[in-house]
Structure formats: C-alpha cells, structure tokens
C-alpha cells in the first residue's frame, strides 16, 4: 500500500505541476498575444495620424501655393489697362486672390491641430506676411501691382513656403 500511495501522490503531484506550468505557458502566450495587439493597434493610430497630418499639410501647402500665386499675378497685372475692361479682369483677379487667401486661413486653423510646434509658427509667421502683402496691395484697390517694398515680404513669403514644406516632410518621416 505503500508503493500504491506514493505512485499515486507522485502522479497527482505531477499532475498539478504540469497543469501549472501550461496554464503559466498559456498566460505567457496570452501576455505575448496582448502586447502584439497593442503594438499593432498603436501601429495603425499611428498611421492613421500620418495620413491626417499628410492631407492636412498638402490641403495648406496647395493653399498657400495658390495665394502666393495671387501675389503674382498682382505683379502682373500692371499690363492689364485701366479702362472698363482692365478693371474687370483686376476685379475678378481680387476676387479670386481673397478666395484663395480664406481658404488658406481656414486650412491653418485646421494645421494649429495637427502640426508640430515648428511648422505652426513658420506658418503663422507666412499668414502674417500674406495678410500684410493683402491689405498693402493697391491692386485690390484698382492700381494695379505689388509695390516695390512688398517685393521683399513676397520673397520671404516664398522662402517661408520652402522651409514649411520641408519641415512638413520631415514630421511625416520622424517617429512621434
């Protein structure tokens, strides 16, 4: 009876032991499962916010492309006459311009929530020499043409365009 009892207590006793040791096996593999799920879903938020900051930062960079193009054609537009016709081309000219100079405000309220510290500023800094370059412009007003210290903003302007972009490019390929 001796030999019956310890057989069957080094049988239970292993028993409880390999029970244990696969449910710790099992809490590994959960533990291990978890942690892959995480890191995959942080994966594609991550992603997902690089694509938001990647259309956001094309929708401003366009915007501003386009108003810098405005300021352009405000130099170009001392050919255009002074007569009835003259006046409508310039007319429909500033229409366009204050269009596009909107749209490039309401897509830098948009990049205050997504962009970085750096590119914020860069373009505040630009929306202040766009908005100067705006109200400075006395083709808005029916002389056509930037004037010639406006030649300076308009350059850094095209400058700041330049730095913004490829700060944009660089937040895109950074990890956050």
Same mark, same amino acid.
């Given at each position: ?61 366009? %915007? /501003?492309?386009?108003? &810098? ?9 001392? $050919? @255009?006459?002074?007569? !009835? =016709? ?9 229409? %366009? /311009?204050?269009?596009? &100079? ?9 990049? $205050? @929530?997504?962009?970085? !510290? =750096? ?26 043409? @930037? ?30």
């Amino acid at each position: 009876m001796d030999a019956t009892m310890a057989g069957l207590v080094g049988a239970l006793g292993g028993a409880m032991l390999g029970a244990g040791g696969a449910w710790g096996a099992a809490m590994i593999a959960f533990r291990a499962a978890r942690y892959q799920a995480d890191r995959q879903a942080d994966s594609q938020h991550q992603q997902w916010l690089r694509q938001i900051r990647r259309e956001t930062y094309s929708s401003f960079l366009a %915007a /501003a492309y386009a108003t &810098q193009r405005h300021l352009l054609t405000a130099m170009n537009a001392r $050919v @255009l006459g002074m007569d !009835e =016709e003259g006046q409508a081309e310039r007319r429909q000219l500033r229409e %366009a /311009a204050v269009v596009d &100079q909107t749209r490039f405000e309401d897509i830098r309220s948009v990049l $205050v @929530l997504e962009a970085p !510290e =750096e590119v914020r500023e860069k373009a505040a800094e630009l929306s202040r020499i766009f908005t100067a370059l705006f109200k400075g412009q006395t083709w808005r007003h029916g002389d056509p043409g @930037l004037q010639r210290g406006d030649m300076k903003r308009y350059e850094q302007a095209r400058k700041l365009i330049n730095e913004i972009q490829e700060l944009c490019r660089t937040s895109l390929t950074e990890p956050q």
